[in-house]
């Protein structure tokens, strides 16, 4: 059964001339006739709509499972609990991730736009429509340096011995070493080590007096980032990593020429591609010698661990940062949704399957990490790592180990190139659709050179990561860029939608493209259990709030300043954009004028008046005929716009 056929119109007769395309028609007389959506092309050509059925799906699987679900989830997992984590894992899932994710895709598919004019249905807070574009922006500068490290190492893959196996090059210092100093047993003055290596009295002591770095750490430190002592000395910019950058930024531009016509073909590739890498590494790592401790150090349940309220805070952070709500990537992608495409369904599949892959991922890390541990005699919890120094440290020293290490090095770096990348698309895509949709009359006709311009500047503010100092600069902003901004957008979003613009208009909007109200689940979710959730986020994740450091290095309190301006810079929009709405946009007492501002605008509903045409009392018409799209007050001429005002 047709979706409209679950909508209040009666049916006409049969199309006389045969056609497939069946006719509906209100009871109220102005609204006219509606036709069934013809699936072959574009339902919104202005704008364009996602060409097959499962883009959307895999642009938001691909976008929410990142880097972090293999570098982050499996070191939280093991750190708060083992399995036992998965139980605030789940509830924060279903409480917190899957509800933001369904608002989001429910809130731009039926506004048909992105995270900017889609702030219509409250004009008082479009800012936070502004907020989230700028930190997608800034996020999206330095999370394609992620990309640019791993083209490096996966150009340095292909050879016949990784150059970070051994300590015989010419970026090795004196504190390289490939033995470990950490257990063993004396005897006759002789240190032997678990994996039979001896050494004398003389050289033990020479070792102890040094602090020891592995091969694959100085690969990082030394050979690729070159790094100085802090942030007080970026550095030069390191022109190899340059050159990756650039690589990375033409990479995201040729993926994303043509918005969701170009990402929605690569998706099928780079969102499926790392399940099949996992599977692969998962079965090999199965089959290495210490596997099954790393394993059961990762699964095995520690109860105890429920009792810290830290422990139900990081769920709820990996939880939050790991889907990706607020960002505006998964309100864009549902804008390229077919009116009536039910993304609800999406929503909960996406959610579920984003955590299972964590899970999934964890498996086969945590083989690779008690390989590793068994090799060098240390104990996992030694060995085990999160972010970069998993990825670019823990990770590669396993592989090196392993027999054919370049093949293994290569398959890994490039999985993490699908993975960073579309995540990369999700953001991007978010930025340039909210720019142009705010701002059609302008960017629309010239979006392609708009997108390139867009690449060349965050090509450019990304060098700053690519100094011998980046990697400080790089961990300031990624612990401080998002946090604040992110959790006020989310907030803001719950408590506009469910009671500012109300539950019943809202549930109308999804009844309109879906044929159903919501359920009261999502109900008392989206209305008191997220946004409390969202809350106890906030206060959980600063509460934990500490010093920062980095490999030793201790940022000064003028860098915890500048983290901080990166941080409230976004949020700013807010209250900027609020009084100015406020003093130059509205008219009428302070009473009058913010009654102006906190109703929906007279443009805000779907963005198509066929569909307006559904619920017409509530959206009249905004063209000359039932295909206009209007997504400008300036598109509207001044008549009309007194009309809707």
């Known amino acids: 059964m047709s979706v409209l056929d679950k909508l209040p119109f009666r049916k006409k007769k049969e199309n006389p001339e045969g056609q497939d395309n069946v006719a509906y028609v209100s009871s109220n007389p102005n609204v006219p006739a509606l036709v069934e959506d013809d699936e072959s092309g574009d339902e919104n050509p202005e704008r364009g709509n996602w060409t097959g059925k499962l883009?959307?799906?895999?642009s938001c699987l691909g976008y929410a499972v990142g880097l972090g679900n293999l570098w982050r989830f499996p070191y939280l997992c093991f750190k708060n609990g083992g399995g036992a984590f998965l139980l605030p894992y789940c509830i924060m899932l279903l409480l917190c991730g899957v509800p933001l994710f369904a608002l989001e895709c429910c809130w731009g598919q039926f506004s048909s736009c992105g995270p900017i004019p889609a702030w219509r249905v409250m004009p008082l807070l479009k800012g936070a429509g502004y907020c989230a574009v700028m930190i997608s922006f800034f996020v999206s500068i330095y999370y394609n340096v992620i990309i640019t490290w791993v083209l490096f190492y996966l150009f340095s893959s292909f050879t016949s011995t990784l150059p970070w196996s051994n300590c015989n090059n010419y970026w090795n210092t004196?504190?390289?070493?490939?033995?470990?100093?950490?257990?063993?047993?004396?005897?006759?003055?002789?240190?032997?080590?678990?994996?039979?290596?001896?050494?004398?009295?003389?050289?033990?002591v020479t070792l102890t007096n040094k602090t020891l770095r592995t091969p694959s750490n100085e690969y990082f430190m030394e050979r690729m980032l070159q790094v100085t002592d802090g942030m007080d000395d970026m550095g030069h910019i390191n022109w190899e990593l340059a050159l990756c950058l650039l690589l990375g930024w033409i990479i995201v531009y040729l993926c994303i020429l043509k918005g969701i016509k170009t990402s929605g073909r690569v998706v099928y590739f780079t969102a499926t591609f790392p399940y099949l890498v996992l599977t692969i590494l998962l079965i090999r790592?199965?089959?290495?010698?210490?596997?099954?401790?790393?394993?059961?150090?990762?699964v095995i349940p520690d109860f105890s661990r429920l009792?810290?309220?830290?422990?139900?805070?990081?769920a709820a952070v990996q939880i939050f940062y790991s889907l990706g709500p607020g960002w505006g990537g998964l309100l864009t992608f549902a804008s390229y949704n077919r009116f009536h495409h039910n993304c609800l369904k999406d929503a909960v599949i996406v959610s579920v399957a984003n955590s299972l892959t964590s899970v999934y991922a964890g498996f086969a890390i945590f083989c690779i990490i008690g390989f590793l541990s068994h090799h060098l005699g240390v104990p996992v919890e030694d060995v085990a790592a999160s972010g970069p120094s998993l990825a670019f440290e823990a990770y590669p020293e396993a592989i090196a180990r392993l027999p054919g290490a370049p093949f293994w090095s290569i398959?890994?770096?490039?999985?993490?190139?699908?993975?960073?990348?579309?995540?990369q698309f999700g953001m991007m895509e978010g930025v340039i659709s909210a720019l142009v949709d705010e701002y059609p009359q302008y960017l629309r006709k010239w979006k392609i050179f708009f997108t390139l311009g867009l690449c060349v500047l965050c090509y450019f503010c990304g060098l700053v990561f690519i100094t011998q100092g980046g990697i400080y600069m790089f961990t300031l902003i990624d612990n401080y860029v998002a946090g604040v901004g992110l959790l006020i957008v989310t907030f803001l979003e719950c408590i506009t939608m469910m009671w500012i613009y109300g539950w019943d208009n809202f549930s109308r909007d999804v009844e309109m493209m879906m044929g159903h109200k919501p359920n009261i689940i999502w109900r008392i979710l989206w209305q008191f259990v997220t946004p409390t959730a969202i809350l106890f986020v906030f206060f959980?994740?600063?509460l934990g709030w500490g010093d920062m450091e980095y490999n030793g290095y201790v940022y000064p309190p003028w860098a915890h300043s500048l983290g901080w301006i990166s941080c409230l810079f976004p949020v700013v929009f807010l209250p900027m954009y609020a009084v100015m709405q406020f003093a130059f946009y509205t008219e009428g007492t302070v009473l009058e004028r913010l009654k102006s501002l906190v109703r929906p605008a007279y443009n805000w509903g779907?963005?198509?008046?066929?569909f307006r045409a559904l619920d017409s009392e509530r959206y009249p018409p905004l063209g000359n005929g039932p295909d206009d799209v209007v997504t400008h007050p300036d598109d509207l001429s001044p008549k009309r716009q007194e009309t809707y005002i």
């Open 606 to 610: 779907p963005s198509l008046d066929r």
């Open 540 to 542: 959980a994740y600063y």
């Open 55 to 58: 883009d959307f799906l895999l």
């Open 174 to 204: 004196d504190k390289c070493s490939q033995l470990n100093v950490v257990t063993g047993n004396w005897s006759d003055g002789t240190f032997s080590f678990p994996n039979g290596t001896s050494i004398d009295n003389d050289t033990y």
């Open 307 to 314: 009792a810290d309220y830290s422990v139900w805070g990081q």
């Open 411 to 423: 398959i890994f770096f490039f999985m993490l190139i699908t993975l960073g990348l579309d995540s």
């Open 285 to 298: 790592g199965a089959t290495l010698e210490g596997s099954l401790d790393g394993v059961k150090f990762y």
